[in-house]
Each structure stands twice: as structure tokens, then as C-alpha cells.
């Protein structure tokens, strides 16, 4: 289920195999390993983002639209989600753009309708379950 975060750790594994293939070998003064450490950092931070920002958008868009349409949930939830996804894809562009930092004030209120979309589903999961009636409607 989580193929983005596996593909983000596995391309970051990777980078760094080709960055310590790359500097075996050669003179290994300070600033070479700061110059190698800072790059490493970079390459973090932009896999955390476009793994955990980026490439969730197109699955919450679908989650939220199989959810809308099987009446299985509340609108509202269904309606969050589909609300959430295109925000957090934007806030994504806006901080790969530099005009704000992931976690700042804008970075939250950016994601404040996914975090009730996920806050309302496990209560629904926890007080009402799945409505018996909607189970054999038409999903799409």
C-alpha cells in the first residue's frame, strides 16, 4: 500500500550507493565530505516531499471519489479528501518553488483537510462501522 515511500527509499538507496561508489577512492578531505553530506541531505528532503506530498495526491484523489460514489461514508469525509488531495499538491508545488518551508504555518493550513478527513474516518470506522445497505450498490 505504500508504493510511494517504498519507491522514495528505494531511489534513496540508490543515490546513495552512487555517491559512495563515486568518492571511494579518491582524497577524502572535510570539505568534500560536507559538500557530500549537504547533497545527501538535498536529495532527503526532496524525496521526502515529492514521496510523501507529490505522489500521494493521485491516491487520495481516488479514495476520495470511490468513497464519494459508494455512499459507504458520510459526504463530508468523501468531500475532505477530494478537498485535501488538490491542497496538499499545491502546497508541494509552493514549497518546491520556495515560497514557503513544509512545515510552517502555511504548511499546516494546507493540510488541515486531510487531517480531518483522517481524523472523521477512524472516528466513522470506530462509532458507525460500514453501512450494511450500501455494501452491494454500485460503486462506479
Sequence with gaps: MNTDKTI????GI??????LASITGLDTDIRSLLAT??????????AFLLGSKLLLVPG????????????L???LISVLNLMGGPLVF????????????DLSIWGV?????????????????IMKDFSSTAIGSEIL
Design 37 to 46: 553530506g549537504n547533497l545527501l541531505l538535498e536529495v532527503y528532503e526532496w
Design 109 to 125: 493550513i494546507f493540510v488541515i483537510p486531510v487531517f480531518a478527513y483522517e481524523i472523521f474516518l477512524a472516528i466513522w470506522h
Design 60 to 71: 487520495m484523489l481516488i479514495t476520495g471519489n470511490i468513497l464519494y460514489k459508494s455512499n
Design 8 to 11: 522514495t527509499t528505494g531511489a
Design 90 to 101: 499545491i502546497s508541494a508545488v509552493l514549497v518546491l518553488f520556495g515560497l514557503f518551508l
Design 14 to 19: 540508490l543515490f546513495i550507493l552512487a555517491v
Design 73 to 75: 461514508f458520510p459526504r
